[in-house]
DNA sequence: TTGATATGTCCATATTATTGGAAATATAGA
DNA sequence: TCTATATTTCCAATAATATGGACATATCAA
């Protein structure tokens, strides 16, 4: 993962509403939530949504599909994973550290069911 | 890990001047590196590095010691795993999603020599 | 006590982020 | 087509953050 890759993940998990949605959007993972429900469950106007949205998917901390008239959003656990990884080898790793090789940072976050087709 | 402490860690790791002095220290653990050394290696005045290091102080990702005239600055490796953890636990558990449990991010960073006891 | 060194604090400026009202765009159904 | 619904974009006000010059504080050595 590239360092700014990292520092965009860094900086849209840094704001709570971000934060919320992104962990809301976990919680409901595989299927995702639509815009408009987050903002309801969040309570706040659809359009600060919307922009904090939009951070967080230039981020590529989730992804979106329009389905109809909503548009779904997912969060995306390969990205967090990513920034997981960066975490443990850029960050982590000191002269005098020992860290778990990079393969093992994997078994993380791994599916147990497999992903809807359709994003 | 609180998820305000988990913010401000997000929000520090969020800059680049911030992100590289964090490497820096973690790259020199277990000596760390005094201020005015850290402001030279990374070409910026002693002044706007103090304010970047209070920063990541005050998210206690860095942990400070007055040597002499030199303030000697360190990575906090734990505070770094504490944010590692707060992804996988927080952010990376979705029902769909098995993750390794809690205890198992603990071998991530375990130092292979003793720290040195003033600090 | 004086001078040199190391770092932090104060402050003003510049830049960036957050917020939400209003308008625009996209879709669906009658 | 017209209307309702879902979401985004535009825009302006406000708030937060970053930057670095000037000054303050802390330490040491002579």
Redesign the interface.
């Known amino acids: 993962m590239k360092?700014e890759q990292?520092?965009?993940s860094?900086?849209a998990?840094?704001?709570?509403t971000r934060?919320a949605a992104?962990?809301l959007l976990?919680?409901?993972?595989?299927e995702g939530l639509p815009a408009g429900e987050i903002a309801t469950l969040l309570d706040i106007p659809h359009n600060t949504l919307s922009a904090h949205l939009s951070v967080l998917a230039r981020a590529e901390l989730v992804l979106s599909q329009r389905q109809s008239r909503s548009i779904i959003y997912r969060?995306n656990?390969d990205a967090?994973?990513a920034?997981?990884q960066f975490?443990?080898n850029?960050?982590?790793?000191?002269?005098?550290?020992?860290?778990?090789p990079l393969e093992s940072t994997r078994?993380?976050?791994?599916?147990?069911?497999k992903k809807p087709e359709n994003l």
Chains 1, 2 share one sequence.
């Open positions: 360092t990292a520092m965009a860094f900086a998990l840094s704001q709570p934060l992104f962990k976990v919680r409901h993972e595989p969060a656990l967090i994973q920034v997981i975490l443990v850029d960050c982590c790793v000191a002269d005098s550290v020992t860290c778990t078994s993380f976050c791994q599916p147990q069911q």
